[in-house]
């Protein structure tokens, strides 16, 4: 397989064999918009007037309009009245593809390695009409030497001007309705999962659990690791060496996994650009009990990038009767003051005095407070708001703003529509679950959130259910523990680089890696769920651009133009360095160009700096993205192949190359089945590299006399099953392990794991991961596998996380299965 990739490398620069290969990997046409910046498309600020047929939706704003309106002039005034009747329409034209939502396309340039066409891609009939009725306009057009050199030869010149993929040329990719419908929209796969893309941002991070801004100019940005350190980031990514505050030694935690301790939370004063406060949430340890505190710092007077460390005071301190449900997020809202967000106590159920902490108001644990810190450099070091809900109310705590709260992980404030400002000061909070639901909640005044009493939407403790006097509000969403057991609070979008997102409330979920998101329907007044998938095929293949993340989501963060990003690892242990920040990219549409640009305050750095290196990939694309360095007289030319242009040691690479892929395709192991009551397809295909982190290298199946020993499967093999047409690339998912065949059943069942299944069966791609025994039960075999969670790197099921095989709590209405393919779309 190496010699392959190899050769393969070797002749991509010949355009006949490129055509060749990518007619043999590439499917039909997809769903790619792209500027000639390679950056998505838009819709401009101001009217386009001359290429008025973009001004919805694509790549120039009103300056390049002018520039395209400017040079058309300049070319007609070359021409009489019947010469400008004549090819007026075909000028404009022309000149105003650079403005089209494909513009990278139709000038050949997705890939920044390679030089642009200065004519877009022409379908033929466009083409020789152009060339019948305004061949002279071509040197006006274009000072490409060798177009003008083809300029005589009509047929030679059309070529030259052809498309490797004839689906995007112009004029008929504006009928193509695979390329025009939903153009600019989220893109969502037939599950209606909306495809996102991601930027890495920050690596090699311990468990990173806060993203903060100063608010101060400076677009600065501190994360903070579990293990009481805190990094300073400047807007280019670089770090500074030194770090913004080490409390290492204070904060109370360890290197198990799912340790809750340890430092929790960061927020900085509103006024910080003046008073150079901030505040942080860590474990502690005093004597033989644990605590959680609430501390305040101020940054040194003579470094912007350092913490005063010896100007901590502490706020408060809360005695925390178990090592778990610690809370954690500390943040000021639109009303200035200080929120806190407690923890129960831990333990399970809240066992702590007759109704638990939650419901009980003198308690401080299970909790939302509210405190003033303001003015606290002389008397108390906060105060209580007047109108905090409990003031007067005997027993109950002044502090307290909000009760019923089992382990609220991450909260955030809504900074409003950017126009209207609707939403604004909303405060919204992920609620961790017990055994069955994860909520999510918007925090009002005085309310009762109903822990232990309720879970989600479900009765809990049923005595305390069935009160008259619970008043509890329920959750805007809970969601089953099938989907994911530990909730991760996000921000509702409201920056400026993607406005498809605006008003979409992104969260996820720790154990599962699920990414999803809830919209307020206006209409009926509930919130609206989508899942989050990363985008598929080639929706992420924009430069910088990747499409996969670590499972364990940890926190989510707003920069401070508002841009989103999360934290997530691949280890979900307070020392362990896989850490990994992400900012969320929309690649169906971005702002226009300028619209979000801000010049950052300078920053006085007196540490070294550490450049940002990116270590993630894009994963799913697999041809090359880069030709080969070549010299002039090597540069591939860019008229249409024709056999002429094959040299014959091309064309022997060429044989040499397609002879390795059949052998490849006939060496696939084919698996002889027991007889089962639906037709199955079973195939063990070596898959195509994907290039996926972390990948584990492949083994070499086994083999005979020639040929695989066929009589017992191997451990992890899988076959599809139940489809009523047959399809080999669809069906229940049906595994092999311990000596017998058996169904996985779909609790906690994504793209990830049938992503494992699909690259097993030699797709590229898995399109769906189908639920609810989409393709039939499987009543004749037992349930193998339960509660999969894959990282889609693992070479089966059974190296993924599950509860072990034959452990399970599901039954065969449950049965998962998959839809695979070689393209990014679904055909059904």
């Known amino acids: 397989m190496l010699y392959c990739c190899d050769l393969l490398g070797r002749v991509w620069h010949s355009p006949i064999i490129r055509l060749y290969l990518l007619a043999f990997f590439i499917a039909p046409v997809f769903l790619h918009p792209q500027c000639l910046d390679f950056k998505p498309p838009f819709k401009p600020q101001d009217d386009l007037q001359f290429c008025a047929m973009y001004r919805n939706f694509g790549c120039c704003d009103s300056a390049k309009d002018k520039e395209l309106m400017a040079k058309f002039y300049k070319i007609m005034d070359n021409f009489d009245y019947y010469g400008y009747a004549s090819c007026a329409g075909y000028v404009q034209d022309l000149l105003c593809q650079e403005c089209s939502p494909y513009a990278a396309h139709l000038f050949d340039a997705e890939d920044p390695s390679t030089p642009i066409r200065t004519l877009p891609g022409l379908c033929p009939d466009y083409c020789s009409q152009f060339w019948l009725k305004c061949r002279s306009t071509i040197t006006l057009l274009s000072d490409d030497p060798q177009l003008a050199e083809a300029e005589p030869d009509q047929d030679r010149f059309c070529q030259h001007l052809e498309l490797e993929d004839p689906d995007y040329c112009y004029p008929h990719l504006l009928s193509n309705e695979q390329l025009t419908q939903n153009l600019g929209r989220v893109r969502a796969d037939p599950e209606g999962c909306l495809q996102l893309c991601l930027e890495e941002i920050a690596n090699g991070l311990r468990n990173p659990l806060a993203m903060v801004y100063a608010n101060d100019g400076t677009h600065r940005f501190f994360i903070a690791e579990q293990v009481g350190l805190v990094w300073t980031y400047l807007p280019d990514r670089s770090k500074l060496e030194k770090p913004f505050l080490n409390i290492t030694k204070a904060v109370l935690t360890s290197p198990w996994e799912g340790d809750e301790r340890g430092f929790l939370g960061m927020t900085f004063h509103p006024n910080y650009k003046y008073n150079r406060k901030l505040y942080v949430y860590y474990s502690v340890e005093i004597g033989f009990d644990e605590r959680i505190r609430i501390s305040e710092f101020r940054v040194s007077p003579s470094d912007m990038n350092v913490v005063d460390h010896g100007s901590e005071r502490i706020i408060l301190e809360v005695d925390e009767p178990a090592s778990n449900h610690n809370g954690g997020m500390v943040m000021f809202a639109d009303d200035g003051y200080l929120y806190i967000f407690t923890g129960d106590g831990g333990m399970a159920g809240d066992p702590f005095g007759k109704y638990g ?11 939302v407070l509210r405190i003033d810190v303001d003015d606290n450099d002389r008397g108390p070091l906060y105060r209580i708001p007047s109108d905090n809900p409990f003031v007067h109310e005997r027993g109950a705590r002044p502090e307290v703003y909000a009760y019923g709260v089992r382990n609220m992980w991450r909260c955030s404030v809504d900074r409003g529509d950017p126009l209207t400002k609707e939403g604004k000061g909303r405060i919204f909070c992920g609620d961790v679950g017990q055994n069955k639901f ?24 049923k005595k305390l259910c069935t009160n008259s006097s619970l008043d509890d509000v329920l959750p805007i969403y809970a969601y089953p523990h099938k989907m994911g057991k530990s909730v991760t609070g996000g921000y509702v979008y409201r920056g400026c680089e993607y406005p498809n997102l605006n008003g979409m409330y992104i969260f996820g979920d720790f154990m599962s890696g699920r990414m999803m998101t809830l919209q307020e329907n206006k209409n009926t007044g509930q919130w609206d769920y989508h899942e989050i998938c990363m985008g598929m095929g080639l929706t992420c293949a924009f430069p910088g651009l990747i499409n996969n993340y670590y499972q364990y989501i940890i926190s989510f963060a707003e920069d401070e133009a508002g841009e989103l990003y999360f934290m997530s690892t691949g280890v979900p242990s307070a020392t362990s360095p896989t850490g990994v920040v992400y900012k969320l990219v929309d690649p169906s549409r971005r702002a226009p160009p300028r619209q979000c640009h801000y010049d950052p305050l300078p920053v006085r750095v007196k540490s070294k700096l550490i450049k940002f290196k990116p270590k993630e990939t894009l994963t799913g694309v697999e041809l090359p993205t880069k030709q080969p360095n070549l010299s002039p007289q090597e540069e591939p030319v860019r008229s249409h192949p024709t056999e002429s242009a094959v040299s014959e040691s091309d064309k022997d690479w060429l044989q040499e190359l397609m002879d390795i892929l059949k052998e490849q395709e006939a060496a696939a192991v084919t698996t002889t089945l027991p007889p089962t009551t639906t037709t199955t397809t079973t195939t063990t295909k070596p898959p195509r590299n994907t290039r996926r982190k972390n990948r584990r290298k492949k083994g070499k199946h086994r083999l005979e006399n020639g040929s695989a020993s066929a009589a017992v499967p191997q451990n992890g093999v899988v076959r599809l099953a139940g489809d009523e047409q047959g399809r080999d690339d669809r069906g229940r998912v049906e595994i092999f392990a311990n000596g017998e065949w058996g169904t996985v059943c779909d609790d906690l069942w994504n793209t990830k794991n049938a992503a494992v299944v699909c690259r097993q069966l030699g797709f590229r791609f898995a399109l769906k991961a189908s639920k609810h025994s989409e393709f039939g039960e ?43 393919g070689n393209s990014d779309y679904v055909d059904a």
């Open 778 to 820: 499987g009543k004749s075999l037992r349930i193998l596998l339960d509660d999969v969670q894959c990282e889609g790197t693992e070479e089966s099921l059974l190296g993924c996380q599950h509860t072990g095989v034959g452990m399970h709590n599901c039954a065969h209405y449950e049965d998962a299965g998959v839809i695979c």
């Open 357 to 367: 902490n939650s419901q009980n108001k003198s308690a401080l644990l299970g909790k």
């Open 438 to 461: 994860e909520e999510i909640d918007i925090i009002e005044k005085g309310r009762n959130y109903g822990w232990r009493a309720k879970e989600g939407f479900s009765c809990y403790d």
